[in-house]
Structures are given as C-alpha cells and as structure tokens.
C-alpha cells in the first residue's frame, strides 16, 4: 500500500507533572497534577501528520507490558499503519516530563523498547512508493543512518529531526532534505552559540553550507523560526498565543505541518507559517497527542499564507 509518510522512530508513554518550578537537589516538591497519555518525537509526528489527513505507517517497536498496548492503541485510533511496529523486551519507552508554570517543560526519557529497534526490521518496500520519511533520534542511530540510506536510493524526501542532539556524519547529513532542530540542538550540531534571530540565521545558513544540507529550520519557541536553503537564511515570527498552557509535543506538532506542506508541493514561504500555527494550536492544551489540531482546526492558516 503507497503511503504519503513513513515514519522511523520512538515510541513512549510519557507521564507528566504538572508543577510551578523544578525542585531543588535534596528537595521534595509537591506537584499538582499528574498526566498519563501516549507520546514519543516519533509517534508525536506521526500523529500530527495523519490528524492533518495524510496517509502515515509507522515503524518502531514497544515493549511486551500494558504501555506497549497503549501506544499501539492510539496509533491505531489515527489511522496509522501499525503493521511493523514490533512487540519487544519487557519495557516500553517512557518519557517523564516537568512541565512548569510558564507551560515550559524538561524531560527524562527511558529508551526501554526504542533501541531493540534493528536494521533488519528496515525493508525496501517501505520506501518504494513514499514521498517523504520522517526520522528522530530516540533509536538506535545505526538503524537511522541505514534507513536514510535505503530511503535516499529510492528517492524519498527525508525529514531528519535530530532530538535528543547527537553527531550525524557529514555524509549522512548530504542525504537529507530538511534539517529541523531547535536552538539547544542547532548548538550542539554547530558549536555556535544561539543568543539572537540573528545568531539562529547564521548557524542554520552554516549548516547547510558546511554540509550540504537541502534545507535546515531552527525552532526558536516564542521567537518563532528560521529556514535556510544555500542561498539565504528568512526568520519566520511565531503565531500569537494568548495562552501558553503546555508545549509539550509543540516541535512535533510543527514537524507534522512541514510534512503536509511538503506532501502538498507548498514553498516554504507557506509552510513554515502553515506549521507555526499548528504548533501555537497545540501549546493551548495539555499533553501531546490530545492536543494536536486536524486540518479543519488550522485551515484558515493556509488561506492566510496563500
């Protein structure tokens, strides 16, 4: 069956506190509220994309316990195809999340089930008839190299977000089409420093100078984001939000809005807006997955950046 995204990547179970500040070390901090709700970079985008009406399979795998059963489940309930996702190991991936007053959050993630993932479960079929493949860095990054090998013979579009930051060579960073981080990862991946829009733009248009990179866009929360191609680096201002409640899920959501606008053959110029407003959709409610739009909720984005 042709699929419009496939998607390579973790799976989780995040469980989120809801509390006004971090804790100090040695503290013991009463929190307010406790949160249990399917998540992962992976599954997030996967998510995002087929509320917005794509046609999306996910690989990856998740452990043999009640989680495993959930995340499943609620791939399922988008319409994802779930046929290689693989029972393995004890554990399913967790994500513990903090999400302060601010709607700010951190996050500790267990890979439990995320690293069984092989490069023998990686099949050709899955790129033959795929436009775009989205990758993360929550597997292992011998499977993610391989995948986008396999994925760039066949001539798919290829969607690298490297979260949690860690080393892509050079060769593999050629392969890919867009390049999305955020300012923590674009500093780990550069050595630059990020403090400014202005810092943000020369790192994205070095990146993809030094490394031939199609395409890098740097997330820069409230001060919106920056695309750079090899001829120039535009920063795009974020969405008005009157209410920041939780942006958890936020870079995932904004992911899943390129991936539409690159199956819908949009320039960029009305992507990255059309993504924008996805993510300030999803920081108004609490969680990931819950709280991501349809296409129905952010349509008028579109008729805004035609």
Known sequence: ?????????????DILIQQDRLPYVGETFIGNELLMMPGGKGANQAVQCAKLGLNVKFIGCVGNDIYGGELLKSLINNNIATDDIYQRGPNSGIGIVQILASGDYCSTIIKGANYLLTKNDIKDTFFTHTKLVIFQSEVPVDVVEYAIERAKFYGSQIIVNNAPARHIPTEILAKIDYLIINETEATFMSNQDIVSIDDAQSCAYTLCRDHN???????????????????????????????????TGAGDSFIGGIAWGIIHNRPIAQIMPFA???????????????????????????????
């Not at 069956?1 to 179970?13: E, R």
């Open 1 to 13: 069956m042709k699929h419009d995204v496939v998607v390579i990547g973790s799976l989780n179970y």
């Open 213 to 247: 990179i199609k395409n890098v866009i740097i997330t820069l929360g409230e001060q919106g984001a920056i695309h750079a191609d090899e001829n120039k680096a535009l920063h795009y201002p974020a969405v008005f939000c009157p209410q920041v409640i939780d942006t």
């Open 276 to 306: 924008a407003e996805i993510s300030a959709y999803s920081i108004q409610k609490y969680g990931g997955q819950s709280s991501f739009p349809l296409l129905s909720d952010v349509k008028h984005a579109l008729k805004t950046s035609d």
